[in-house]
């Protein structure tokens, strides 16, 4: 079993499924407007502190990463009870995944 069968398959099941556009735009708008727009501070200045400091810009990615890692959880958690409902669980587990179909990885 190769990594690269395993990945479009996952790819090509994903793009059908319309969960997967809405968890796009989710983020899409969460970065857009945590950027964009003075509405939604995802790394809040104070006093003096311009926009576009590093500890703004590390708030913004720690709120985000928090965010995002929920919409990450979901995506994969959906893949593995697959995997667990089809009995796959042994098959993976058993079998070496190659990454390039080549004999040592």
């Known amino acids: 079993m190769k990594f690269k069968e395993i990945f479009l398959f996952e790819l090509f ?3 059908s499924r319309s969960v997967t556009y809405v968890y ?4 899409f708008l969460l970065c857009f407007l945590g950027v964009a727009s003075s509405i939604i501070k ?3 200045t ?8 590093p500890y703004v810009i590390y708030r913004m990615t720690l709120v ?5 890692s929920i919409i990450t959880s979901a ?3 959906v ?4 995997d ?3 009995n796959m669980d042994g098959i993976l587990f058993s079998m070496p995944i190659k990454k390039m179909g080549l004999p040592n990885g």
């Open 75 to 77: 995506i994969m958690g």
């Open 64 to 68: 985000s990463s928090f965010a995002l």
């Open 24 to 27: 796009f735009g989710i983020t």
């Open 42 to 44: 995802l790394g809040s």
């Open 46 to 53: 104070l006093g003096m502190v311009i926009a576009n400091a």
């Open 84 to 86: 667990f409902d089809h």
């Open 13 to 15: 099941y994903r793009k």
């Open 79 to 82: 893949a593995i009870v697959r």
